[in-house]
């Protein structure tokens, strides 16, 4: 069944019976999006929260002098929204782009609201899964008050193992707060240090 992968995630927080599963399946929607496709735009209405089946796609913030700023990578087996906003329902502040053809699940707000009544254990779930993204970015914030750009870039390194070889230099100089030209001196300088 290809929709195993997000019913191993949804295991390893709750157990759901065949009737759960069956009427969990049928809110989501499957969305194939092309590399590049934006799934999210900024001031757009957040209505989904997606579940990453297969490819990769990153969040950003896009400034008004049009500097982007990358918040996360999402890969397969993730989950990828603007928080706030989906939750309050709001004009988004981050566009989710998709950086490879990709397929995700797409659970859309009322039908989440509608799960938690029918089935309250996913509450338990998503309660699970936004306190370990709050922990996460809580501990990112502190890493860029408090390590350099080559710690954060390590860090980066064991977060999103496939990511790193995925992306592009400059959507990594971006989560990293650098410039892709100060990243490249910094990898170049890496590899002088630690030679294989």
Not at 8 to 34: G, W
Not at 60 to 82: H, N, P, Q, R
Not at 91 to 113: G, T, Y
Not at 122 to 132: G, S, T, V
């Amino acid at each position: 069944m290809e929709d195993l992968l997000i019913l191993k995630n949804i295991s390893r927080h709750i157990s759901l019976n065949d009737q759960e599963i069956s009427y969990f399946m049928s809110l989501l929607k499957e969305k194939k999006v092309q590399k590049k496709e934006l799934i999210l735009k900024q001031q757009q209405v957040c209505k989904e929260i997606s579940f990453v089946q297969s490819g990769i796609l990153r969040a950003f913030y896009l400034d008004a002098a049009g500097k982007e700023s990358t918040i996360m990578f999402a890969v397969s087996d993730w989950w990828i929204t603007d928080m706030f906003c989906f939750i309050n329902q709001q004009p988004a502040m981050l566009n989710i782009e998709a950086l490879e053809d990709s397929v995700i699940l797409q659970l859309q707000k009322d039908s989440l609201d509608e799960l938690y009544l029918k089935i309250p254990k996913f509450e338990r779930f998503f309660r699970i899964m936004m306190q370990n993204a709050y922990i996460r970015e809580q501990l990112r914030v502190i890493e860029n008050l408090s390590l350099s750009a080559e710690e954060r870039y390590d860090s980066f390194l064991q977060k999103y193992p496939l990511a790193a070889q995925r992306v592009t230099q400059k959507q990594i100089a971006s989560y990293l707060g650098v410039t892709p030209e100060f990243l490249s001196t910094m990898k170049i300088n890496k590899q002088k240090n630690n030679p294989s």
